[in-house]
C-alpha cells in the first residue's frame, strides 16, 4: 500500500524528546535512534503533532507562492476561513480584490460551492434517509480515519464532493470559456488551512483526480495579500458569491448549519471526533440524521496553516457572516461535472497484527503475553506512546523487548550478576564453565541486541 502524506519530519531540527508520540491520534509515531519517525499508514495528516512540536521538526509540504509563475492563466480559490485571518475587515470584498491584485487572474470562492454541496447534501440525505447518520467527508482527515479504523461507518460517508474539488472543476470550466487556453495552462491554486487538504489533493479518497494543480498555505499567503488589501479598500468591485452558508463553512458547525436540519451533532478537535465516531459504532446516536466532524479545533480555521488563533478566528467569521443574505449561489439546475464521489471508500485494515483472522488472533495473544511483562506504564521511553503499541510493534517486527527500559535493566541486572558469578569462579581457579556462556540470555543479548545497538543501519528499527 502506498501512501500520500503532507506531514514529515525535518530530522536535523527533531530533538527526540518523544513529545509528539503521545499526542498523536492514530499512533503513528515512533521515536527511534533518537529521531522520530511517522508509520507512513497510520497517519491521517491531522497535523497534531506540527501544532505540538516544541522544536518545529514536524512540517507540512505545500506548494510556494512561486507557483503561480508556472501557469499562464491563475485562478485563485481562497478556503472561506481564510477571510477569518484579518482584523477589523467587515467586507470579503478586500480580500477578493487583492488576489487579483497580487496576480491572480479569477478567483472562486470555495465558499460559493460549498453552498452547491449544501444543496446537493440536502436533497441527497432527503432522498436516503434509510442511511442516515450521514457523516460529513468535507474534512480529509476524519475521512481517512474512518477508512482506516472504523470501517462499519463507511456507508455513512455522505458520498459528495467536497465544495473545494467542485470548485476547481467549475472554476477551470469557467476559465476555458473565458480565455478559449488549453487546461494545462490555467492553474486551479487552493489557498489551504490545512495539511489534510493538501494530502487529499495529491491521494482523493473518493474520487480519482483532483482537479486543482497546486495548494498554498493562507500562512504564506497572508503578508502578501495585508499589502495589497491596503489598495482594493477603495474599489468598488463587488466579487462576493456566497452568503451565510457558504462562509460558516469555514467553522466547526457550519457545514451542518446549511443542512437547515435540527437533527445533527458537530464535533471538531481530532480527540472529540474519535469519541463521536466510537460511540457511532456502539450504536448510541440513533436520532441523527447527519454528523459534522472536523479534526481540528474549531473546524478549518484551526488548521494549522492558518495564522489566527481558531477560536478568535471563529468570531471573526461569526462576524463577517452576519450581514450577508442566506446564500448567494443556487444549483438552478446547474450540471456539475463530479457531485457525487466516483468510487467507493474502501476500507484499509492498517491496524491489523495479522495477515488473516487467524494470525490476527496468534498475534493478539502474543501482545497480551508481552503486555504481561511491561509495567504497564506507558512512560513513552522506549519510543512508542504506550506498552500497547510497543508491543504490538514486537509482535510486527518493528522493535525488540529490550527497548522497554525496565527489561532492559532486569537484563542487564541479570547479565552482571553473570560476569561477576564468572569472575568469581576464575578467582578460585575454578574450570571455565561452558554453562554460563551458553545461557540463553547472554547468547541472546550478544547476537541480537548488541548487533542492532552497535549497527543501527542494519537493524528492524530502519524499517520506517
Ligand atoms: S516532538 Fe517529536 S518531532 Fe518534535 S523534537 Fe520531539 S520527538 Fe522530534
Ligand atoms: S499528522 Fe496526525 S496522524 Fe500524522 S503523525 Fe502527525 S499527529 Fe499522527
Not at 46 to 66: N, V
Not at 436 to 442: A, E, F, L, N, T
Request: include cysteine; charged fraction near 25%.
Amino acid at each position: 500500500m502506498k501512501f500520500n502524506h503532507s506531514v514529515h519530519l525535518d530530522k536535523d531540527k527533531c530533538m527526540g524528546c518523544i513529545n509528539c508520540i503521545k499526542r498523536c491520534p492514530t499512533q503513528a509515531i515512533r521515536v527511534r535512534n533518537g529521531k522520530a519517525a511517522i508509520i507512513p499508514e497510520f497517519c491521517i495528516d491531522c497535523g497534531e503533532c506540527i501544532r505540538i512540536c516544541p522544536h518545529h521538526a514536524k512540517l507540512a509540504t505545500y506548494d510556494p507562492l512561486s507557483v503561480m509563475d508556472d501557469y499562464k492563466y491563475k485562478i485563485a480559490l481562497p478556503a472561506p476561513s481564510l477571510y477569518a485571518q484579518f482584523n477589523n475587515l467587515d467586507d470579503i470584498n478586500i480580500v477578493l480584490r487583492a488576489l487579483l491584485k497580487m496576480g491572480f487572474d479569477d478567483v472562486y470562492e470555495v465558499s460559493s460551492a460549498a453552498e452547491l454541496v449544501s444543496e446537493l447534501s440536502r436533497k441527497y440525505i432527503e432522498d436516503n434517509m434509510e442511511k442516515r447518520p450521514f457523516i460529513s467527508s468535507a474534512c480529509p482527515s476524519v475521512v481517512r480515519l474512518i477508512s482506516v479504523r472504523f470501517p462499519n461507518l463507511i456507508e455513512h460517508i455522505l458520498p459528495i464532493s467536497a465544495p473545494v474539488d467542485i470548485a476547481a472543476s467549475e472554476a477551470r470550466k469557467r476559465a476555458i470559456e473565458k480565455t478559449g487556453l488549453p487546461s494545462e495552462d490555467i492553474g486551479v491554486i487552493f489557498i489551504s488551512p490545512c495539511p489534510a487538504k493538501v494530502t487529499a489533493l495529491s491521494d482523493p479518497l473518493g474520487y480519482e483526480k483532483s482537479e486543482v494543480d497546486a495548494v498554498v498555505a493562507i500562512k504564506d499567503i497572508y503578508p502578501v495579500l495585508l499589502s495589497h488589501m491596503k489598495n482594493s479598500i477603495d474599489d468598488e468591485e463587488d466579487m462576493l458569491t456566497s452568503g451565510k452558508i457558504g462562509i460558516s463553512w469555514g467553522r466547526s458547525g457550519g457545514e451542518a448549519g446549511g443542512l437547515l436540519i435540527d437533527s445533527y451533532l458537530a464535533a471538531d478537535g481530532i480527540e472529540n471526533v474519535i469519541k463521536v465516531l466510537e460511540d457511532l459504532e456502539d450504536q448510541k446516536f440513533t436520532n441523527l440524521d447527519f454528523i459534522e466532524l472536523n479534526a481540528c479545533s474549531g473546524g478549518c480555521v484551526g488548521g494549522t496553516l492558518t495564522v489566527e488563533n481558531a477560536y478568535v478566528a471563529k468570531a471573526k467569521l461569526n462576524r463577517l457572516r452576519k450581514y450577508q443574505p442566506v446564500s448567494r449561489s443556487h444549483l438552478d439546475g446547474k450540471q456539475l461535472d463530479k457531485p457525487y464521489f466516483e468510487k467507493e471508500i474502501e476500507y484499509t485494515p492498517v491496524f491489523r497484527l495479522g495477515k488473516s483472522m487467524k494470525d490476527s488472533i496468534a498475534a493478539m495473544a502474543k501482545v497480551s503475553a508481552l503486555l504481561d511483562k511491561f509495567p504497564g506504564l506507558d512512560c513513552g521511553s522506549c519510543g512508542a506512546p504506550t506498552c500497547r503499541a510497543l508491543a504490538e510493534d514486537i509482535v510486527c517486527g518493528r522493535a525488540h523487548e529490550r527497548d522497554c527500559i525496565y527489561l532492559l535493566r532486569d537484563y542487564i541486572h541479570r547479565i552482571s550478576r553473570q560476569f561477576s558469578n564468572l569472575d568469581s569462579l576464575s578467582g578460585i581457579g575454578g574450570d571455565y564453565n561452558d554453562d554460563y556462556y551458553g545461557d540463553d540470555y547472554i547468547d541472546d543479548y550478544s547476537t541480537d541486541y548488541v548487533d542492532d545497538y552497535n549497527n543501527p543501519n542494519e537493524s528492524d528499527y530502519n524499517k520506517y
